[in-house]
């Protein structure tokens, strides 16, 4: 309307308040969907794939992680005022570097390996099954204290990469039993709120209150958070990000570069393909990782999955 004339008559429908709808900032996993979507997703890039085998084993693990996910009993609540007091010092309350893990995580790998019998496993894989059903209570322990603190043995990759998985699956049930109003993203915008890791990849959304709305995806509790787009998840710089692609590919999934840490994280952009998975799809487009690796970038973080990739 120019200044000095007649307003427009009827009723308003719009929002009262004006501009768009705040993100969510962080987004709890469902550990009863979570695993199954990745599998799923898993199988649908499978056909014409160069790595179509290996992406079969990454899906019949998946499957595994569901069955875990969605048949062990329920884990110990979390007592309150523990989070309260973690997110009062801007700390995550699930820290994977120094939370008590309860001994039922062990259950989920009993019940994983139990789950890939049926698989089959090329001989590596299998033999790094066989090490862990011969492993004591303590080898165990020390595999997943590696693989949370670092650093991984080479004699050890094999078997940590059901240890990661079984991790997974813990970490993601009690990120799930949080009460997320009661959480703050870090001052590591980077890091997840939840449990401290990084992320694996991120997302772009196509839909919903904010579309084009940026999330990251947590490598181990797979808590989604918010991260402002165009900024560095590694260094937080936003003078030299820009986005590198496959030439002629789909443009799902695209690597969001920084010259000013020389690191990269993948992107993948739902509205492209609304079914893409943050898990899945970067398994899937290693090709993109090796093309970006050669031109000098360094992955902002690694896939735990990629153990023994």
């Not at 001989?123 to 790094?128: D, H, N, Q």
């Not at 595999?143 to 079984?166: E, H, I, K, M, Q």
């Not at 918010?226 to 690597?255: D, Q």
Request: net charge negative; glycine share 10%; charged share 20%.
């Amino acid at each position: 309307m120019k200044q000095g004339g007649t307003p427009p008559s009827g009723k308003w429908m719009g929002n009262p308040q004006g501009g768009v709808k705040s993100p969510e900032p962080l987004i709890l996993p469902n550990p009863t969907t979570r695993f199954a979507d990745t599998a799923a997703r898993l199988r649908a890039l499978v056909t014409g794939h160069p790595m179509s085998e290996w992406l079969m084993f990454m899906a019949a693990l998946s499957d595994a992680q569901h069955a875990a996910a969605t048949t062990l009993a329920p884990l110990p609540a979390i007592d309150r005022s523990l989070v309260d007091r973690s997110v009062a010092g801007r700390m995550p309350p699930l820290a994977a570097d120094g939370h008590h893990r309860n001994s039922a995580w062990r259950d989920g790998l009993v019940m994983l390996l139990d789950g890939l019998e049926g698989s089959s496993l090329r001989a590596p894989a299998r033999e790094a099954v066989e090490k862990l059903r011969g492993a004591t209570t303590d080898d165990i322990e020390d595999l997943a204290d590696n693989f949370l603190r670092g650093p991984v043995s080479s004699g050890d990759v094999g078997a940590t990469l059901y240890v990661a998985a079984a991790l997974q699956v813990y970490f993601t049930r009690l990120a799930g039993s949080l009460d997320a109003s009661a959480l703050r993203l870090l001052p590591q915008r980077g890091l997840c709120p939840c449990c401290g890791s990084t992320a694996v990849s991120g997302t772009i959304t196509a839909s919903g209150d904010a579309p084009g709305i940026r999330y990251l995806y947590c490598s181990l509790c797979s808590t989604a958070w918010n991260h402002t787009r165009a900024i560095c998840i590694t260094c937080e710089s936003t003078r030299h990000v820009s986005l590198k692609e496959i030439e002629g590919g789909p443009g799902i999934v695209k690597a969001e570069t920084c010259d000013d840490c020389q690191t990269y994280a993948k992107m993948i952009y739902l509205a492209k393909d609304t079914k893409a998975d943050p898990y899945a799809d970067d398994l899937a487009t290693l090709d993109l990782d090796i093309m970006v690796g050669e031109a000098g970038w360094a992955r902002h973080a690694p896939n735990p999955m990629l153990l023994i990739g």
